[in-house]
């Protein structure tokens, strides 16, 4: 019996140690940066001047304006689907958008925040594609590949909020500005959601994702309309990004390791075997 049980604990130990473990605490796992302006805020008015909501996006979609993104190397973790380049920048294309809540829905799609203001988007799309065929310390990536798609608030609720635009200082110069939104602060209905041909996110949680506005064009404004309404004003700016997840962490034993725990569970049937007969 004891035999049976050394080779039970073995074998169970050996699959549990296998298995992922899921991780606890967000990490940066990729991240971008550009050199030109690609980003625009542009505001929407009626026949009547009245505000009727705005559209946030981004595109570095050429040779001539792209972005130079990378996968973070985190020992262990994620889970790659495909050899993956870690550490190397990659030339990219990146576009994105995001358009402000519903005017007649149950959260407000106004902006509030005096000096630096802060207004809710909806409907959040980001795709990170490589902008040509790279070798990269011997691993090919190709044209076209999906490096990361990011979605958040897509569901059909006006309460659904994907991300928050902030300008910092108002009508005052400020120059900078961010776009934001994570999965725990906003909840399941407006969880942040990725994608990627090299990093499995099956298991991810905590999902988040940080855009970094400068140089803004005109500076950043808040614009006062017919009471309660008030919109940040347009502008352009240049982007640099982040993306985190809480990530399972890789258990695979070393191979000296694995050995050892096989010969255990091998060796202890082979004797349960012996003894049968």
Do not use: C
């Amino acid at each position: 019996m004891k035999k049976v049980a050394i080779s039970l604990a073995a074998l169970g130990f050996l699959v549990s140690y296998a298995l992922p473990a899921m991780a606890t605490t967000p990490v940066t796992f990729a991240q971008f940066t550009d050199g030109s302006q690609g980003t625009f805020l542009a505001n929407a008015f009626d026949g009547m001047g009245n505000w009727t909501g705005a559209t946030l996006t981004g595109n570095y979609s050429s040779l001539a304006q792209n972005i130079q993104f990378n996968f973070n190397d985190l020992s262990g973790t994620p889970a790659t689907l495909q050899p993956t380049p870690f550490d190397k920048p990659i030339t990219a294309f990146l576009t994105y958008s995001a358009q402000t809540l519903p005017l007649m829905g149950m959260n407000t799609p106004y902006a509030s925040g005096g000096a630096n203001p802060t207004e809710p988007f909806t409907n959040v799309s980001l795709h990170i594609v490589a902008a040509t065929t790279q070798t990269i310390n011997g691993i090919t990536v190709p044209a076209g590949a999906n490096l990361l798609t990011m979605t958040s608030g897509l569901m059909a609720d006006p309460n659904d909020i994907g991300g928050i635009l902030t300008v910092n200082g108002a009508n005052s110069g400020g120059t900078s500005g961010t776009f934001s939104g994570t999965t725990t602060t906003m909840g399941f209905l407006n969880k942040v959601q990725y994608t990627s041909a090299y990093l499995d996110f099956s298991m991810s949680s905590q999902e988040g994702y940080a855009l970094s506005y400068t140089a803004l064009n005109p500076s950043a404004s808040l614009v006062f309309g017919a009471f309660p309404a008030e919109w940040i004003g347009d502008f352009g700016a240049e982007t640099t990004g982040t993306f985190n997840a809480a990530l399972p962490v890789s258990t695979v034993p070393e191979p000296s390791s694995l050995a050892l725990l096989v010969s255990l569970g091998v060796g202890g049937s082979s004797l349960i075997a012996r003894r049968r007969r």
